[in-house]
């Protein structure tokens, strides 16, 4: 069922563009999960696309992966590759040749490029939470902010911004890791939010969060995260999990159900105070409602979003991207209680580091090979 749809999506979209790039998730070469793979090989074939390997050397034994990974494939799969590439090179090329040549000649198979290992890129982690580490450098007073990382966390983009500002520290926190004292608290969008909301509770996040609010310290919760922190999580249509019910946090007056039509929407608007400019997305299933409601957090086109807490101290939002537009992210650091914020302007630093990897593209990969392989 997984992959009826998925090949729906793609026959939907090859009929609007001339070229799709389908990536992968994890080794194409799981052989314990062959007989239901969706994500690699499995969907290669049954959309009938060339494949091209990708393997990163700074992880070491890069010949082993390449080779390893065509011999575990099945002689229609090893067929369909067309070629290597080896990324996060360091060091000079010319020691790196003997096995390039090599690796040509045993499986008969082109190497396409050789990428360099480009430091301080930063390139958006999509759905998953990048290893670059969470604390940014930087002197003088820096923000403190906490994050947890519960097992069903999504968007962790929305996090980007904060990690590459020099004045903010930010740390993730994973299962048994002690919430340590911040400024901000964030809580991110969730695939499971009755699941993960559980695990706060395991995990002593409720106790830690009351205690940051008595001191005077703030919070923020982001679609899934602002879902927890109102009354009630109802799920009677059992799309995250079993049909049923879970207690929020209660530090909001509204409870939120979950419903089968999601919320997909690029919105832009400003923040409920002052006039800074808010950009960003919806993507969630829940709607919510009640009195705290009345006082929004953002001022959309279409109407208000989120909930800023009578004591000023809580803002939630169902907008991802809440931090990239730098007026949103200054006004958001000033309010969590970092004066004079440098000045990020996040989307034009993703824009240039995407075009610097687009030059080492175009500088180290075999373009033409490349070419070979897209639809006439």
């Not at 993730?172 to 004292?181: D, H, I, M, T, W």
């Not at 879970?246 to 919320?263: N, V």
């Not at 989120?306 to 992210?329: C, E, K, M, N, R």
């Not at 990020?344 to 593209?361: G, M």
């Given at each position: 069922?997984?992959?009826?749809?998925?090949?729906?999506?793609?026959?939907?979209?090859?009929?609007?563009?001339?070229?799709?790039?389908?990536?992968?998730?994890?080794?194409?070469?799981?052989?314990?999960?062959?007989?239901?793979?969706?994500?690699?090989?499995?969907?290669?074939?049954?959309?009938?696309?060339?494949?091209?390997?990708?393997?990163?050397?700074?992880?070491?034994?890069?010949?082993?992966?390449?080779v390893g990974t065509l011999a575990l494939l099945?002689?229609?799969?090893?067929?369909?590759?067309?070629?290597?590439?080896?990324?996060?090179?360091?060091?000079?090329?010319?020691?790196?040749?003997?096995?390039?040549?090599?690796?040509?000649?045993?499986?008969?198979?082109?190497?396409?490029?050789?990428?360099?290992?480009?430091?301080?890129?930063?390139?958006?982690?999509?759905?998953?939470?990048?290893?670059?580490?969470?604390?940014?450098?930087?002197?003088?007073?820096?923000?403190?902010?906490?994050?947890?990382?519960?097992?069903?966390?999504?968007?962790?983009?929305?996090?980007?911004?904060?990690?590459?500002?020099?004045?903010?520290?930010?740390?993730?926190?994973?299962?048994?890791?002690?919430?340590?004292?911040?400024?901000?608290?964030?809580?991110?969008?969730?695939?499971?939010?009755?699941?993960?909301?559980?695990?706060?509770?395991?995990?002593?996040?409720?106790?830690?969060?009351?205690?940051?609010?008595?001191?005077?310290?703030?919070?923020?919760?982001?679609?899934?995260?602002?879902?927890?922190?109102?009354?009630?999580?109802?799920?009677?249509?059992?799309?995250?999990?079993?049909?049923?019910?879970?207690?929020?946090?209660?530090?909001?007056?509204?409870?939120?159900?979950?419903?089968?039509?999601?919320?997909?929407?690029?919105?832009?608007?400003?923040?409920?105070?002052?006039?800074?400019?808010?950009?960003?997305?919806?993507?969630?299933?829940?709607?919510?409602?009640?009195?705290?409601?009345?006082?929004?957090?953002?001022?959309?086109?279409?109407?208000?979003?989120?909930?800023?807490?009578?004591?000023?101290?809580?803002?939630?939002?169902?907008?991802?991207?809440?931090?990239?537009?730098?007026?949103?992210?200054?006004?958001?650091?000033?309010?969590?209680?970092?004066?004079?914020?440098?000045?990020?302007?996040?989307?034009?630093?993703?824009?240039?580091?995407?075009?610097?990897?687009?030059?080492?593209?175009?500088?180290?990969?075999?373009?033409?090979?490349?070419?070979?392989?897209?639809?006439?």
């Amino acid at each position: 069922m997984a992959l009826e749809a998925a090949l729906q999506s793609f026959a939907r979209l090859a009929a609007q563009y001339d070229c799709l790039i389908i990536e992968g998730a994890g080794s194409p070469a799981e052989i314990n999960l062959r007989a239901n793979d969706v994500a690699n090989m499995g969907f290669a074939e049954a959309a009938d696309c060339p494949v091209v390997l990708v393997a990163d050397i700074d992880r070491g034994g890069v010949f082993a992966h390449l080779v390893g990974t065509l011999a575990l494939l099945s002689a229609s799969e090893q067929a369909r590759v067309k070629g290597f590439v080896i990324n996060r090179f360091r060091g000079d090329i010319a020691l790196l040749q003997p096995g390039l040549d090599w690796l040509v000649a045993h499986t008969g198979k082109p190497v396409l490029g050789v990428l360099p290992y480009l430091n301080g890129l930063h390139i958006e982690a999509e759905d998953s939470l990048s290893e670059r580490a969470a604390v940014t450098a930087g002197s003088g007073r820096r923000l403190r902010v906490v994050a947890p990382m519960y097992p069903r966390a999504s968007n962790h983009t929305d996090f980007d911004p904060l990690a590459l500002h020099p004045q903010v520290e930010l740390t993730l926190l994973r299962s048994g890791e002690a919430v340590p004292p911040a400024d901000l608290i964030v809580l991110p969008g969730s695939k499971s939010v009755r699941d993960d909301l559980a695990w706060l509770r395991r995990e002593g996040w409720e106790t830690a969060i009351r205690r940051h609010l008595r001191y005077g310290g703030k919070l923020i919760g982001i679609c899934g995260g602002y879902q927890m922190l109102g009354r009630r999580v109802e799920d009677p249509l059992a799309l995250e999990g079993e049909a049923g019910g879970s207690d929020g946090l209660g530090l909001l007056d509204f409870s939120t159900t979950l419903a089968a039509q999601k919320q997909l929407a690029r919105v832009e608007g400003q923040l409920a105070w002052g006039d800074a400019r808010v950009t960003g997305y919806e993507i969630h299933a829940g709607i919510s409602a009640g009195p705290a409601l009345a006082r929004p957090a953002i001022r959309l086109p279409q109407g208000p979003d989120g909930v800023l807490s009578d004591d000023g101290q809580i803002f939630a939002t169902y907008l991802h991207g809440v931090f990239d537009h730098p007026a949103a992210l200054a006004a958001l650091l000033d309010w969590a209680g970092l004066e004079a914020a440098a000045e990020l302007d996040y989307p034009a630093l993703r824009d240039a580091h995407i075009e610097r990897l687009a030059d080492a593209v175009e500088q180290h990969l075999d373009l033409s090979l490349l070419g070979d392989l897209l639809p006439r």
